[in-house]
DNA sequence: CTGAAAGCGCTTACAG
DNA sequence: CTGAAAGCGCTTACAG
């Protein structure tokens, strides 16, 4: 039952063709006249020939594999990324190996890794790590970008959505809806996307000539958002709306609000979240959040990162507009209907 | 800045030794003395060596890469099952590469890629199409092992846990609370889980000499999942407890129950769930469930596979047990507590 | 369009 | 333990 290895040297023999008429038939583009590509084809069928990847990879330098490093997929977010960039990937003609980056992993560890498997380009699309895995692979010259994380210093390519801009529509449309008392449990402040988003939404507010009344670091952890929204909450003077900086912590936070503390959503606290990611519509939550357009970050990440592979482009820095999806967990400003 | 390309011959070279002897350096196990060690690590440091593991992995017929074929991650279970699983192979010495089966891919198709990449082994853990892909690569003679599915036939590896001790639980713990008219929105019956699921189910109520009031077929989709829960309690004679074939379905089969239906969980239906995931701990669900000890799952899995890869080993099917998680999402029999 | 030959970067018997 | 040589399965100038 085990299909013996077959390699194109048989294929040319069993065809009456050279070896190098068989590898022109299986490279696309390749010239090679319709009847020697019909004997091969023929050939390769009866022997079940498939050519071997690993040795073309070998050849051209080209592995035709993307090294794709994730810190962890308990972050809906994430696996959905996932999904869209391999779909993506595929459509181009690559695959995605993945490199899940514990917190424990060294850095170095991780780069040796990616680089002795000869991938092609690298997407990091998570925490911490990222920035210095992704600058260590960049030196090493294998092309690089950031996904949903930027850096402001260096030349790395990156892709987000316009954070700064979605932090300020939300406060927008919370100080529409008559909030004055809004805390902000931040994503990350060591990540440009936390920061981003604090910031504009901090400017936000200031537009409005108010401030919040505290902005925490929530670092993404669902754990720690839910501490935050406990002494948030403690004190008689609580906030009546809560921006958090992402679903993920939203969803903990909101279970505090109301499982934990008693309170309403929305009716004594506004809670706003960023990602719109599919729990975010599930009707326990209804959560209204700021949408990043995963479909669009994901195909601007796979065009940046094969424009790099294919010449070396420029670096870049894409930034996608994602609107406000008004659904149930905030207030809604009076005209605003769903 | 770009690293040049720097081979084993180089490295030779520069060391003063042969490139076998580099070689045997880089291969844990091979015979090398300390000074020839010493003396090849150092020219790689001072070249920046890496083996290429490409051009190994040709000679040796050894990618050191499994293929994971997933079809698709919005059921919080399979990004876990991937964080695992990538964990327990990066420790044995593997990687992933990731394939995403679409439903409108073709099996040859996704069988030619797995193939022509020469995987090592390949983990199905999804839906639909597992059995096919599954059985052409074994046929191929590359081991299997079908994760969290099964099958009757054929003989391939594969590791699920005790479905139908599960679902014989459930009954118990139902039967146990009082309940008389239970329904069923089973997993897909096409797949191994749904089915002994079902069957565990039905058979535990019939020790308790009940039938379930319906049993409907909820292929593992959520929007399918809440139109049984509607018609399903539409009727004057309503449910008052759902079993429902994975934690995934039954957030929405809650959520209809809640939101849509306006009746209250437990207190009117008690739900239960299969898989507990991560989702199913938070409070907005504080789901009952069972709950599928995913790490011992894919430590079985590896192994397996693992196993088969090495030598020729006999295939296995492995069923773990799983206990039954009580929270508070149906109503507890007397003497239980939580 | 096509074939003979060289080569990709490594490993593996085979001698020593 | 070590080196020279052959070879893994393919691609790519180079001639024709």
């Given at each position: 039952m085990m299909a013996d290895k077959v390699t194109s040297f048989d294929v040319a023999r069993q065809a009456g063709v050279s070896q190098s008429a068989v590898s022109r038939v299986f490279t696309p583009g390749a010239s090679a006249s319709a009847a020697t590509r019909s004997k091969v084809i023929k050939a390769a069928e009866e022997l079940g020939y498939r050519p071997?990847?690993?040795?073309?990879?070998?050849?051209?330098?080209?592995?035709?594999?993307i090294g794709v490093v994730v810190a962890y997929l308990e972050n809906q977010f994430y696996p959905m990324a996932l999904e869209h960039l391999d779909h993506a990937l595929?459509?181009?003609?690559?695959?995605?190996?993945?490199?899940?980056?514990?917190?424990?992993d060294s850095v170095g560890q991780i780069v040796e890794e990616l680089m002795s498997y000869q991938v092609e380009g690298i997407i990091t699309a998570?925490?911490?790590?990222?920035?210095?895995?992704?600058?260590?692979?960049?030196?090493?010259?294998?092309?690089?970008v950031?996904?949903?994380?930027?850096?402001?210093?260096?030349?790395?390519?990156?892709?987000?959505?316009?954070?700064?801009?979605?932090?300020?529509?939300?406060?927008?449309?919370?100080?529409?809806?008559?909030?004055?008392?809004?805390?902000?449990?931040?994503?990350?402040?060591?990540?440009?996307?936390?920061?981003?988003?604090?910031?504009?939404?901090?400017?936000?507010?200031?537009?409005?000539?108010?401030?919040?009344?505290?902005?925490?670091?929530?670092?993404?952890?669902?754990?720690i958002a839910s501490e935050i929204t406990r002494s948030l909450c403690d004190s008689p003077?609580?906030?009546?709306?809560?921006?958090?900086?992402?679903?993920?912590?939203?969803?903990?936070?909101?279970?505090t609000l109301r499982f934990e503390l008693g309170l309403s959503v929305p009716d004594d606290v506004s809670v706003i979240g960023y990602d719109d990611v599919p729990i975010a519509a599930w009707p326990a939550y209804?959560?209204?959040?700021?949408?990043?357009?995963?479909n669009q970050m994901v195909n601007?990440?796979?065009?940046v990162l094969l424009a790099r592979i294919e010449n070396d482009a420029a670096s870049e820095r894409i930034q996608i507009p994602g609107p406000l999806k008004i659904r149930g967990s905030a207030k809604k400003p009076k005209g605003f209907t769903r």
């Open positions: 071997n990847t690993l040795a073309r990879a070998m050849i051209t330098g080209k592995s035709r594999v595929k459509a181009r003609g690559y695959h995605i190996m993945l490199f899940m980056a514990k917190n424990d998570s925490v911490a790590m990222s920035n210095d895995i992704a600058k260590r692979c960049h030196d090493a010259g294998i092309p690089v950031l996904f949903n994380r930027g850096q402001d210093t260096g030349n790395l390519a990156q892709v987000t959505s316009d954070n700064v801009k979605g932090g300020r529509t939300v406060a927008n449309f919370l100080f529409a809806g008559g909030h004055r008392k809004i805390a902000h449990i931040s994503g990350w402040l060591e990540s440009s996307t936390g920061l981003d988003r604090m910031r504009g939404f901090v400017d936000g507010l200031a537009e409005h000539g108010i401030a919040p009344v505290a902005v925490e670091d929530g670092r993404y952890s669902q754990k003077d609580r906030p009546d709306a809560i921006f958090v900086g992402n679903d993920h912590m939203a969803f903990a936070v909101m279970d209804d959560l209204t959040t700021i949408r990043q357009p995963i601007a990440t796979v065009d």
